[in-house]
């Protein structure tokens, strides 16, 4: 290694380093730090193993494995900085291991590039937040599935076309959210289950010619088995794709489910209460308490969704194998799991401690017609072709809105009979805004027994997330 060039990896082929600021451009160990810990871990499996294979000398193995379990250590408690000037991780970690063992560390590399490596601690990364995810999921599922047995019965207008559509519960809208998250959660098990596979030993893409045991080494990463192709090893980054998808779709329900928050926390809704400690205020207009939280989990959806397409970006017409355009994998990824993290968390705050506004809600289901469709299905129960019930529940509708009347329950019964002789009294009953949830108790349906039924499915399908 000459002068020059001290401390990068590949000094003995290139005597002329970058000037300062084209190395730092190239550098990756601003970011890839996050992946220390990742690092140290698969150089003390791959130097295990280098050491019982007899790659390299017994002595030496047990050096490394004591220097790095140092180097470990002291990164958790801060003693080990990292030098902000190595080109990366990979080249820091080694740097401190020759610092400290002179030749034994320098041994370390053998069979091994920083491709595989880069591949390795990615995926280590990947796995070891992922869980977080799927933790953070978990307890978000089971906060709206708390709230949702709490309003199992409190009545609400479910919206199509953010019109009122049909009387629900909040209970049913809740559960609703929580079967969207239960299938993220799957989106990200499935994406941790396929990338499950161990890169190194693939070398720079074409393997080594030394005695690699590369199933010791996936065995003691926690890794399933080593990956299959060496080539496809280093250049595949589907894994980061998977997830930053995976990412994406639970950011959108998420911006979906705070746009409905934000609604109903505005004095015109007023169904939520969002409380003190999860509402700011504004510098100007004294009166104003806003729903900060929920607007900005669903502006962060926009940085999620941009870092699954610069990805893919990324990726695209790249040819095979490595190359250093996949530096660039990292930082969205992270930014990605970050955000999600994050915004599981403060959404579950918020929500777990909403105060709903009943009688608000209830008194959504009133005055829209929502009982409409019930009124078809009467008829439709009492021998009429759906398409000429419709058509006679609308004349109701709009003769109830000729003469001013908010429901159709208002309505005299002889009224009502003059649009069909199948109408009789026991219609009243059956159209006001609990009787039209309380029947649509099939599978699905919002009525508070079967909306009991569908919470304890997801519930049971949390407890193995
Ligand atoms: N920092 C690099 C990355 O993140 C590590 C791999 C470098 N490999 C190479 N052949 N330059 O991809």
Known sequence: MTEKNAGVLWAGRLEEKPERSAFSFQSSIGFDKRMALEDVRGSRAHAAMLGKQGVIAAEDAAALDEALGKIAQGLQTGEVTVDEGAEDVHSFVEGLLTEALGDAGRSVHAGRSRNDQVATDFRLYCKRVGDAVRAALKDTINVLLDRAGEHAETLMAGFTHLQRAQPVTLGHQLTAWAAALSRDAGRFSDALARMDECPLGSGALAGTTLPLDREAVARDLGFARPALNAMDAVADR????????????????????????????????????????????????????????????????????????????????????????????????????????ANLRVFSGFMGNAVFNKVKMEASCAGGFLEATDVAEYLVKKGMPFRKAHECAAHIVRDCIDKGLKRIGEAGLADLQKHSPLIEADIFAKITPRACVEARNLPGGPAPDEVRRQIAVLRDAARDI
């Open 238 to 341: 589907d894994f980061a794709l998977e997830l930053a998808a995976a990412c994406a779709v639970t950011q959108t329900h998420l911006s979906r489910f705070c746009e409905d928050v934000c609604l109903w926390a505005s004095e015109e809704w007023a169904f939520v209460d969002l409380g003190e400690k999860w509402s700011t205020g504004s510098s100007i207009m004294p009166q104003k308490k806003n729903p900060d939280f929920a607007e900005l989990v669903r502006g962060k959806t926009g940085r999620v969704n941009g870092n699954l397409i610069a990805l893919l970006t990324v990726m695209k017409g790249l040819p095979y194998a490595y190359n250093k355009d996949l530096q660039e994998d990292k930082e969205a990824l992270f930014d990605s799991l970050d955000t999600v993290l």
